[in-house]
């Protein structure tokens, strides 16, 4: 492949790198952080990369919304912006439990660190006063 | 005004609309009576479009009269008629049986929050099976995964919490893996409708994107299906959440998950692409024998019954999952009838656990020791329950293995009749550990008093072990549907 080709592919295939970097990125936060908010950091990130996905190849440079009008020729897709629209939600609906549960995790062991959260359990059980 | 069109939506808004009804309502009572009417509505609806479709074939809805595939369809055939008549079915018993149960398990002054909950988790199942269309699929996903993950916080445990944040996230992780995969099929064909994906697939078919699609959907399928390795999240959500709760979620979830994975596999890829051009089918026998003897010998070592059985349920997906690596008729129709024997066997045996926990405080073997005679019913209930999850005859349980043995040899793959059998011996050891401390031990010194348990819990948890019977001898529903599921969806209805 000549350095052009690659220039090439770099660039029409720009928004898939940085919708895969968000995706991985955030998957590895999700997995990698013990810390639960930073947990749904992550996870706010990941779900994040998918409307990229779907919104980018959607969006023509210079199109418009699709009007019934001669000045108009070009359009872009909206059905998938009104997808993401609905994901946003389940995304929002998402995080707020997230955080809901993280609120009463805090209150119920006073930590929001999974470590500690899991040792505390097992002292709990190893002392038998496990509820 | 003629409501018989309209079934197929009414189906799903029956209990989307009681969902907010019963917040309104706020009185306990009021709202379990409109959660009640709205459940036992949706199976009357589940029955008749079961019904419909067994004479006139295939009932396709279009929702706002906005025609296929423009608009959102709702799509009935065998398959999903089926699935609609389980999820509404376990929902109609396990809400009476919630009543009771939920008084020593949760709060008085969220009862009718766990009401809102429990039908919008219903309607979000049925929203599933019900859909021909993809993002839809993923909405009514998240719509039945969020009120679980409220479900299951509502345990009186703290570790319920932890539980549900676990899931919540692994759950996230897969309904954003399967939108991911849907979005790659949505950019190859340009249309959401599954039917309508299915026949345009066949131009782009091998192409990176629809394999990278397949595969996106499914590990986001195998997460919310709890296909092992991915079924970390299972057994605490399902071992802390109130025991309504898990007998619900343990009945119907991972079933309607298992659909999901169907529905893409043979009505969207079609069987010949999804095992013909990756390595499907060693990969998901492997991993469904590596789940059937896994997690059976994990359950073996549990000293909690709610755990020992979630983890049985891991076990147990594996059989539906190897039935489907078969890819033949024989093998789908043991999965299919394997997964409706397995959602009335599981949802009774934590129906029985409820009652159990209900009448000696708690569901551990200590706790249980003795239960044959200071609870002969629900143990002996407990027994049949076992014998189903083993596969002895006269359970809905043999059928389904007698089936799934039968589409081995047909495979012509002796080795796996023997793990098949092999496996079910684990189930042997798991349900004599419980056999073991309620016939053959004396009880707990500081357990002596039985709570009764209420009529109200009683009644639906007898119907659901009669059922388990009652499937075992009489397979005409439960063959006769999975067989003409199974062939519709090799034989390409697309």
């Known amino acids: 492949m000549t350095g052009a080709t690659t220039s090439m592919t770099l660039g029409s295939h720009f928004t898939y790198f940085i919708t895969i970097f968000l995706m991985v990125a955030g998957l590895f936060i999700v997995i990698s952080r013990p810390n639960l908010i930073k947990k749904l950091i992550g996870l706010g990130i990941f779900q994040t990369s998918v409307y990229l996905l779907y919104i980018a190849p959607a969006k023509l440079i210079g199109g418009t919304a699709p009007i019934l009008s001669n000045a108009f020729t070009v359009y872009s897709n909206p059905l998938p912006h009104v997808l993401i629209l609905t994901a946003i939600v389940v995304g929002v609906a998402t995080l707020a439990l997230g955080l809901a549960l993280v609120v009463r995790i805090r209150e119920a062991y006073d930590t929001i660190e999974e470590d500690d959260i899991l040792a505390r359990d097992s002292n709990a059980e190893d002392n038998g006063n496990a509820t | ?494």
Not at chain 2, 221 to 243: D, I
Not at chain 2, 312 to 322: K, P
């Open chain 2, 1 to 494: 005004m003629n409501l018989a069109p309209h079934l197929p939506a009414l189906q799903v808004v029956v209990p989307l609309i009681a969902a907010p009804l019963t917040v309104l309502l706020r009185q306990r009572s009021v709202a379990f009576a409109v959660a009640l009417v709205a459940s036992w509505l949706a199976l009357a609806i589940s029955l008749l479009l079961w019904w419909q479709v067994a004479n006139t074939g295939i009932i396709s809805y279009a929702i706002g009269s906005w025609p296929a595939p423009w608009g959102i369809e709702y799509r009935i055939d065998r398959l999903n008629s089926f699935i609609l008549v389980l999820v509404a079915g376990i929902a109609a018993l396990v809400l009476p049986f919630s009543r009771a149960s939920i008084e020593s398990e949760v709060a008085a002054q969220q009862h009718y929050l766990f009401y809102t909950m429990f039908v919008l988790c219903l309607a979000g199942l049925l929203g599933i099976a019900i859909t021909g269309d993809a993002f839809n699929i993923f909405v009514f996903l998240e719509v039945s995964s969020l009120s679980a993950y409220v479900l299951i916080a509502l345990g009186r445990d703290r570790r319920a919490l932890f539980a549900a944040y676990q899931y919540l996230l692994m759950g996230s992780i897969g309904a954003t893996f399967l939108v991911i995969g849907i979005g790659l099929l949505y950019l190859m064909t340009g249309t959401l409708n599954l039917a309508d994906m299915g026949q345009r697939l066949a131009s782009v078919q091998g192409t990176r994107p629809v394999l990278a699609a397949l595969a996106f959907i499914t590990v986001g399928v195998s997460l919310k299906l709890a296909l092992f390795p991915l079924h970390q999240w299972l057994p605490n959500a399902y071992t802390f959440a109130p025991s309504a709760v898990s007998a619900f979620l343990a009945a119907t979830a991972t079933k309607v998950a298992v659909y999901v994975l169907l529905r893409f596999y043979f009505t969207v890829f079609g069987e010949s692409a999804v095992f013909a051009r990756l390595p499907m089918q060693q990969m998901m026998l492997l991993l469904a024998l590596a789940g059937m003897f896994a997690a059976s010998t994990i359950a073996i070592f549990q000293t909690d019954l709610k755990r020992l059985f979630a983890y049985s349920s891991v076990a147990q997906i594996g059989y539906i999952i190897l039935g489907l690596s078969f890819n033949s008729v024989s093998g789908l129709t043991a999965s299919i009838v394997h997964l409706f024997n397995h959602g009335v066997t599981k949802g009774a045996i934590f129906m029985l656990l409820g009652c159990v926990a209900l009448g000696v405080g708690g569901t551990s073997l200590t706790r249980v020791q003795g239960l044959g005679k200071r609870m002969p019913l629900a143990s002996f209930g407990m027994v049949i329950g076992g014998l189903s999850l083993m596969g002895v005859p006269g359970t809905a349980g043999f059928i389904s293995k007698w089936y799934l043995l039968l589409a081995a040899l047909e495979q012509g793959q002796w080795w796996l009749v023997f793990m098949i059998a092999l496996s079910s011996l684990l189930a042997a050891v798991y349900v004599w550990r419980f056999v073991e401390a309620a016939y053959l031990r004396e009880p707990h010194q500081n357990t002596t008093n039985v709570a009764p348990t209420p009529w109200l819990m009683s009644v639906p948890t007898a119907i659901l072990v009669l059922a388990i019977v009652y499937f075992g001898l009489d397979t005409s529903f439960t063959m006769g549907t999975a067989s003409e599921a199974a062939a519709a969806l090799i034989g390409g209805s697309r």
